[in-house]
């Protein structure tokens, strides 16, 4: 197998301002989660290239790509490859040339499903089988993290499902592979997935090593290529791209399955109490509920139900989703911080996110139908490869070469 571990990372001047991505890093920080990323992959055998998205505002872009340049420098031996906002217009032209018709940006370097399909537009570009996701705050933890990756993918299971599409998961500071629920906050008892989430997790640490998952780790993903040029990620989910691309392809035939014996370390910097990422989380639930109820009439497409993802993340996608966003907006507007604006999300905010899933709830089954389209066309396209290669300061395409991590030819 041909694997790239693909990166995103998201950079601001400061990160600390609405609407910027979770964990970005700011500009200036000494010791930025990428380095220490990156540091961790020094030790990981097999490594053929590291993707870097690099995901920034524009007025920050310059800056930022000056501080990620001049991290990768320090490790030659990844054969790292750094995608900006140069780089991502050049692919997006080619792939407008292909489906010139759709609206929207499906593949950019904005919003998170769209920035994970750069990540394996990339891949196609180049070649690479096997897409094998990272975040920048996360750190491997063993030399065989690559074939721990590739482990189990092509085979089949023994009921005769290839594993295209797996997810590892990660462990906190203190060694922990459950969420932590020793501080309950009363306005968070509606909105925690906490128990619901460890209660699956706690099940799947246990017997064969590889399962059928209800649990997405973007963090720690490899997916082959027979599923990505198949399933792009969602551009229209605001968060929860990982959870979201499980569902797209349960809903495609295929499956994401679960390997315990895969993990990596997450390292997130502490975020304070956010009422965009609420607001963000509620566009996600009712979103995600709309389309999967549109996509379940299509005959062409699975339908993936709420009783088969108990005990998570099935009820989030059900009518109590809405009793749930509704009453932790208001204990929030009332007891918790940042009053004035969860009173907000709570009179207007969820109007707009119910409209806006009406007005999207089709959009990715038209993007399911051109996908493979998209994926044929750009599959090792030397032209393409050699021009982002060059705008990136890599010269030219590398010859072919043997896999350097072993595993089954799918």
């Known amino acids: 197998m041909n694997p790239a571990i693909v990166i995103p990372s998201y950079w601001a001047q400061d990160p600390s301002q609405p609407g910027v991505y979770d964990h970005a890093t700011a500009i200036d920080e000494p010791l930025p989660e990428l380095a220490r990323c990156l540091d961790s992959l020094d030790d990981v055998r097999g490594v053929i290239r590291v993707i870097v998205l690099l995901v920034a505002p524009p007025e920050a872009e310059a800056s930022a790509r000056a501080r990620v340049r001049a991290i990768v420098r320090d490790h030659p031996d990844l054969n790292p490859l750094v995608i900006g906002s140069r780089e991502a217009r050049l692919i997006a032209g080619r792939i407008e040339t292909v489906c010139p018709s759709f609206s929207g940006e499906v593949v950019s370097l904005r919003g998170y499903g769209a920035i994970r399909n750069m990540g394996l537009a990339a891949c196609a570009m180049l070649g690479h089988d096997v897409a094998v996701f990272m975040d ?16 189990g993918l092509g085979r089949l299971t023994r009921q005769d499902l290839k594993i295209l599409a797996k997810t590892g998961h990660f462990v906190d500071a203190n060694d922990s592979h459950l969420a932590d629920v020793s501080k309950p906050r009363f306005w968070e008892r509606w909105w925690s997935k906490r128990r619901e989430f460890n209660e699956w997790m706690a099940g799947a640490l246990e017997g064969p090593r590889i399962k059928r998952s209800n649990y997405a780790c973007g963090g720690c993903m490899a997916v082959h290529a027979a599923a990505f040029s198949r399933v792009p990620f969602d551009p229209w989910i605001t968060r ?3 959870l979201d691309y499980l569902l797209n392809l349960r809903m495609s035939g295929l499956e994401m399955w679960f390997d315990r014996q895969w993990y990596v370390r997450h390292l997130p910097p502490a975020t304070p ?9 509620g566009y996600r639930w009712i979103y995600e509920r709309a389309k999967l109820a549109f996509c379940a009439r299509r005959p062409s497409l699975r339908r993936v139900t709420a009783e088969s993802l108990l005990p998570y993340p099935g009820k989030w996608l059900t009518s109590e989703l809405d009793a749930r966003i509704s009453r932790t907006a208001f204990a929030r507007a009332i007891a918790g911080p940042n009053r004035g604006a969860y009173l907000r999300v709570w009179r207007k905010g969820r109007a707009d996110a119910y409209a806006y899933a009406q007005a999207n709830d089709e959009n990715y089954a038209r993007l399911l139908s051109f996908w493979p389209s998209v994926m044929d066309e750009i599959w090792d396209d030397e032209a393409l490869a050699a021009a982002v290669l060059e705008m990136s300061g890599k010269g030219t395409v590398p010859s072919p070469h043997e896999p350097a991590v072993k595993g089954v030819d799918a």
Do not use: K, M
């Open 136 to 151: 920048d705050d996360e750190v491997a933890l063993s030399p065989d993290f690559l074939v721990d990756a590739v482990y």
């Open 240 to 242: 929860g791209e990982d």
């Open 273 to 281: 109490d956010a009422p965009n990422r609420f607001l963000q989380d």
